[in-house]
């Protein structure tokens, strides 16, 4: 394997940034493996020797790049500064993210003040630790950066481990909570709102910027857009809320100072975004949040993507190959390096939790149990060398090994390393409420690998096997919603039957294919709110195994539909053991992997696949009470015993898992898991009752205001979605789900409309197309607008609404083309709130007037069941016939671009080429249709005006001046109340 660079030192030169790997001691600079990324973001060799130019005031030294940030045509570097290590695999130290530099590829001076300025960050952090001083705003682990909290002014490296003298429970110092030390002790620092009402300082102008709320300052200035160029490096004491260019904060020293447009860095050129310019530095702030929160982790020499039997240490390969693309998260921002060939800078990062605990177990004699040895209280058992104790000792910066040197094997006993690693995919990846279910491709929803490993400390296989043991967690693979508006929302179905049941099945074939056997434990309510999607679960699963099985060849799925909630009523956690005896002869059958002499004597045959609705709380509880059973069997089968359940010695285990708990749920949620307390203890009480009361209002808070500009950060990172999602988020203050394929969607509706309404089987189908419509006939402007189909035959136009959340045809009008009258085309405004409403190139579309007979059929709706496909006359009047003029708008909907893997990124057509296209092409059907009609009924009278051919008419449907007379000024106060929260 290519070795990674492991230290590096990036520059600022005149035409780019340096990246040069770090020498060992007393060595001269490497400049023969150095790169240089230009100011328009392009990477290649370093050509000219730069050992000659004084870097050392400007230096920054990294160890390793996360990636090249493309923001409209801006480029930032993101290269980790801190890092602390948390565990060791075969000798291989394995590292989580601590912080990272963003840094601009706009100039020399622009890049060299990121460098200067992260520089003293690190001074002042490396002098905090030094002293042993905490700032007023450091968060403790358990209070680390979520993806869904603001950005804290600076974040601190976790605390040394201590046990807590209460509980004996081993983590990190200030762990232990309780709802009276966290609200009046610490200031409610569950959440960054509560911390800020509960301060003794009140709400100052800049903590209410920081919270998103207005001061009187911002209350006087009146939003301007400007055309901004760039911004420089986000860091950590940038305000969290959206900054206006004019009022960009820049933490000078120990100072504040504002900073004019003129000084921000001019990265920017060629065309942009306005609104993607504005948000620039709220999107850099959220990036480097995302990074440094503590939920990534990397290692220079171990794939950590993959199980610890299926490492590949003598490929050739760089590791980045090796990695499993479904969990390499910032695969997409290293396309640069990896399309320029510079394989040592690629250094994959996986997201989710790897956590690792020593300790040995003595005998006491051949007939009783074993006795554990509690690491935390034992000052001669193994401990991890940190990272901080590892730089001291450090001579060759650039080959790091692990030097732990286990102790000497306990008298009649043995030691241990239990080593827990979780890996989230990158698919449907996202933030509770805004991704829940599965996907068209089978992706479900927070999808979780976690691998448990049992090995020695030496990880030496030939003497004692190494044990791995993998569960899965992930959401009910279903089509359904809920909203984040409410503490118990309602599930929202949505899809066909046939739609869910072959993602359904997509879902669990590819399970199958990566694990084996299958055994699904749901742990949803059978009452209430969660009722109805467990019942659908059930179903669908029953249908598999009917039709076949997983693999359609008998390989059935098992089902068991746990009730945690009413099993461990009042607080009786410990009846998950009921729901373990069940589990019992599935795992059993299919075991653990087994690794000695360096082979795999033994594979798992199969998971257990476990889910609650989030697949957080309850799950966390399951999958630790699994995992116990198993290190127990695993400890057996060495002769060892031991009691992970009533043993206050092995409260290492339940930290561990609870750790484990506490990361995936800040992932996901916002904050530390539910139920911790029980995790950690194996006891429920009614303190920690209290405490996950505050974690879910907590959560309730992230999910409405934090969450949605969030996930659109996270979708594009990931290549999800262009830059254009954050003019879309600012538009609607919501991100869409970018992991539904909305153009397979929508031409699923398009032939399924066609199939039903297209009655007389000789009119061929043109073209279909799908569009934004007001909800009201003979009506330009709605409340709402929903998504319609608009069918062409050469006979007639199909305007049909559709029910999405069942793909059935709620209703629909047949318009003979001899009917149309006029084509209209041109600006459409239907908002004012936000400046993409406003933009005449992408808000137009078109009316279609048309006349219609009275007495005839209009619309025809479906009165009976959406399943029936029966359909009933309901707009029928009676009286005289005669002609009516009748018109239907239509808005062109954005592009959605979705980089789906595999596909070539074409560029869609834009607003106002769809509505041109669409226009021209009704009116040349309808015209030819005219002319069939005369030849064929020559003797038929036309009007002069019928007999004219259509032509397209180009003016504004609704113009800007007209859009803004019509909006209300509470539709207005409304929008900006939530944009000042939710921006």
């Known amino acids: 394997m290519p070795g990674l660079v492991r230290k590096l030192l990036i520059f600022a030169a005149v035409d780019g940034l340096i990246l040069q790997p770090a020498p060992p001691r007393n060595h001269p600079p490497t400049t023969q493996q150095a790169i240089k990324i230009d100011y328009k973001g392009n990477v ?53 993210i601590t912080d990272v530099a963003l840094i601009p590829l706009a100039s020399k001076a622009d890049a060299d003040k990121a460098i200067v300025f992260t520089n003293e960050h690190l001074q002042r952090h490396k002098k905090a630790e030094g002293d042993g001083e905490e700032e007023s705003e450091t968060e403790s682990e358990y209070e680390a950066p979520s993806v869904t909290d603001s950005l804290e002014e600076e974040t601190i490296s976790p605390p040394t481990e201590v046990k807590d003298s209460l509980t004996g429970q081993k983590g990190p110092a200030g762990r232990r909570t309780s709802v009276a030390e966290d609200v009046m002790q610490k200031k409610g620092l569950y959440g960054r709102f509560a911390d800020k009402w509960f301060s003794k300082k009140g709400w100052s102008a800049e903590s209410r910027r920081v919270q998103g709320l207005s001061s009187d300052e911002d209350l006087v200035k009146k939003h301007k857009p400007q055309d901004v160029e760039s911004t420089v490096a986000p860091e950590e004491e940038q305000p969290a809320s959206p900054v206006k260019p004019d009022a960009l904060i820049l933490p000078e020293k120990d100072g504040r100072e504002p900073v004019s447009p ?69 695969k997409h921002i290293m396309e640069s390096f990896i399309n320029a060939g510079q394989h040592n800078f690629i250094l994959p990062i996986i997201q989710g939790f790897v956590g690792q605990r020593a300790f040995s177990i003595k005998l006491v004699d051949t007939r009783s149990s074993s006795v554990v040895i509690d690491p935390a209280s034992n000052p001669d058992d193994i401990q991890l060398q940190s990272w901080h104790e590892k730089q001291n000792a450090e ?14 094997e306990p008298e009649n006993g043995k030691n241990f390393l239990l080593t827990l690693i979780s890996r989230r995919s990158v698919q449907r990846a996202g933030l509770r409420y805004l991704r829940r279910g599965v996907d068209d491709e089978g992706n479900a929803a927070n999808s979780v690998e976690s691998e448990q490993i049992l090995s020695s400390p030496t990880w030496d296989s030939t003497a004692d096997a190494i044990y791995s043991f993998t569960q899965y967690r992930g959401s009910i693979p279903l089509f359904f919603s809920q909203s984040p508006y409410i503490l118990k929302p309602q599930v929202a179905f949505w899809g066909s039957p046939e739609t869910n049941a072959k993602a359904f099945k997509r879902h669990f074939s590819e399970l199958s294919a990566r694990y084996g056997s299958i055994f699904s434990a749901s742990l949803v309510d059978k009452h209430g709110t969660e009722a109805k999607i467990g019942e659908a679960y059930e179903r669908q699963a029953t249908a598999l195994n009917s039709e076949g099985g997983i693999d359609g060849h008998g390989k059935l799925l098992g089902f068991e539909w746990f009730d945690f909630h009413e099993v461990c009523r009042g607080m009786h956690f410990e009846n998950v053991s009921k729901l373990m005896d069940t589990l019992g002869p599935f795992l059993k059958s299919t075991g653990w992997t087994e690794i000695s002499n360096d082979q795999e004597t033994h594979k798992q045959s199969g998971i257990l696949r476990t889910n609650c609705m989030d697949c957080l709380d309850r799950t966390n509880v399951v999958q630790s009470a699994t995992a116990r059973g198993a290190l127990e069997n695993q400890l057996s089968a060495g002769g060892f015993s031991i009691d992970l359940q009533h043993d206050p010695s092995t409260s290492w285990f339940n930290t561990l898992w609870a750790d484990n708990g506490d990361a995936i749920s800040r992932q996901y949620a916002g904050t530390a898991a539910l139920k911790g307390d029980f995790t950690r203890t194996r006891k429920r009480q009614i303190t920690g009752a209290l405490t996950d009361f505050g974690l879910t209002l907590t959560r309730y808070y992230n999910n409405i205001v934090n969450d949605y500009f969030a996930q659109a950060v996270i979708d594009y990172l990931l290549g999800r979605a262009t830059d254009s999602i954050f003019a879309e988020f600012e538009a609607d203050m919501k991100s869409s789900d970018y992991f539904i394929d909305l153009r397979k969607v929508r031409q699923a509706a398009i032939e399924r409309s066609a199939g039903i309404v297209i009655e007389d089987k000789e009119e061929d189908l043109v073209a279909g197309w799908t569009l934004s419509v007001p909800s009201a006939a003979n009506a330009l402007k ?33 318009i003979a083309l001899d009917h149309v009258e006029g084509v209209v085309r041109g600006v459409y405004i239907t908002s004012t709130l936000a400046q993409r409403h406003l933009d005449t190139e992408k808000n137009v579309g078109f009316v279609i007037r048309y006349r219609a007979e009275m007495g005839s059929e209009l619309v025809r709706r479906n009165t009976r069941s959406l399943d029936s496909g029966t359909w009933n006359e309901s707009s029928k009047r009676g009286g005289k016939k005669q002609d009516t003029g009748r018109f239907l708008a239509f808005k062109a909907l954005p592009p959605q671009t979705s980089v789906a893997t595999g596909e070539t990124n074409v560029e869609p057509e834009n607003e106002v080429e769809v509505v041109k296209s669409i226009c021209e092409e009704v009116v040349r059907i309808a015209n030819k249709e005219r002319k069939e009609t005369i030849q064929w009924n020559p003797e038929e009278q036309k009007e002069p005006s019928q007999e004219k051919e259509l032509a397209v008419e180009e003016r504004d449907i609704i113009s800007p001046a007209d859009a803004k007379k019509s909006t209300g000024y509470l539709e207005q106060l409304g929008y900006s109340l939530k944009k000042l929260v939710w921006a």
């Not at 080959?399 to 286990?406: L, Y």
């Open 44 to 96: 290649g060799p370093l050509l000219k020797d730069r050992r000659e130019e004084d870097t050392a005031s400007s230096a920054l030294e990294s160890h390793g790049i996360v990636g090249l940030l493309k923001v409209a045509t801006s480029f930032f570097l993101i290269s980790i500064c801190g890092r602390e290590q948390v565990a060791q695999i075969r000798g291989k130290p394995v590292y989580k």
């Open 262 to 330: 003129e000084e921000i860095p001019k990265a920017l050129g060629g065309s942009k975004d306005s609104t993607t310019v504005a948000l620039l530095p709220k999107i850099l702030r959220t990036t480097k949040m995302y990074f440094a929160s503590g939920n990534f982790f990397y290692s220079y020499d171990y794939d950590l993507s993959r199980g610890v039997s299926q490492q590949k240490p003598l490929s050739g390969l760089p590791l980045f190959k090796q990695s499993d693309p479904l969990y390499f998260w910032n």
């Open 395 to 408: 001579t060759d910066s650039s080959s790091e090994t692990n030097t732990n040197t286990p102790l000497p």
């Open 782 to 814: 709605t409340a709402t607008f929903e998504e319609a189909v608009l069918l062409l035959t050469e006979r007639a136009l199909y305007f049909c609404r559709l029910d999405w959340g069942t793909e059935k045809v709620r209703e629909f009008e047949r």
